[in-house]
């Protein structure tokens, strides 16, 4: 099936921008969608549709998607930031929706 | 507010079957498809399958097929997911997950989980 491919880890200073990127075979045709899991809670959809943030998301994520290559960036990064972040597609091919292996965002 | 309320913490034999609900409120049960994910301890995520709750058809990944149920109850607004034949790498925080119903829509609300460990 369809693989999507995350850096294990990204690391930050707090203020500084950060990139999690999501790479996939033609990505840029599909419609990808951001979860941010902090430990012990349930995934947050923090984007959606590549780039729309869902109410009570702050304006400092945002998304973009093109090509083999979809990336979260996250600017004037905060401490409380620090999550594991997940990227998610459906794949038409074998009609089932896949995650990537997720990106834990340290916060230096 | 939409909530989705997951049953409690379940341990289990090897061999043996779990079922979780997931009880949905603040909106239109059937509006929705729920979604199953599970979460194996220090992992990613791993997205089971989902059910059409205006329909009860339900669609599982291939790797589960046979050893997997997801129903709803739409009386109580309650979705199951049932799992048989447990292994140790069933052992997991199981969420229920809510999506709009066009396949490529995103997962705007989860359950709080259920964590399912499977031990002799």
């Known amino acids: 099936s369809y693989v999507l491919t995350q850096p294990p880890s990204v690391s930050v200073a707090p203020g500084k921008t950060a990139w999690i990127t999501c790479g996939g075979n033609d990505i840029g045709g599909k419609s990808v969608h951001w979860y941010q899991q902090k430990p012990g809670q349930a995934p947050v959809l923090v984007i959606s549709y590549n780039s729309d943030r869902p109410s009570g998301i702050p304006e400092r994520f945002s998304g973009s998607n093109s090509g083999n290559t979809a990336t979260l960036t996250i600017i004037r990064v905060e401490a409380g930031d620090e999550a594991d972040y997940y990227c998610?597609?459906?794949?038409?091919?074998?009609?089932?929706?896949?995650f990537g292996g997720g990106t834990k965002l340290t916060v230096l | 507010q939409v909530q989705l309320v997951q049953s409690g913490t379940e341990v289990k034999k090897p061999g043996a079957s779990v079922k979780v609900s997931c009880k949905a409120s603040g909106y239109t049960f059937v509006s929705y498809g729920i979604s199953w994910v599970r979460q194996a301890p220090g992992q990613g995520l791993e997205w089971m399958g989902w059910?059409?709750?205006?329909?009860?058809?339900?669609n599982y990944t291939q790797n589960l097929q046979g050893r997997v149920t997801m129903t709803t109850d739409t009386s109580t607004s309650t979705a199951y997911l049932e799992l048989r034949s447990l292994k140790s790498d069933d052992t997991a925080v199981y969420y229920c997950?809510?999506?709009?119903?066009?396949?490529?829509?995103?997962?705007?609300?989860w359950g709080q989980g259920t964590l399912v460990t499977v031990s002799s």
């Open positions: 059910i059409s709750t205006y329909t009860g058809d339900p």
């Open positions: 997950a809510r999506a709009d119903y066009g396949s490529a829509s995103p997962f705007d609300y």
């Open positions: 998610q597609v459906w794949d038409t091919g074998y009609r089932v929706r896949v």
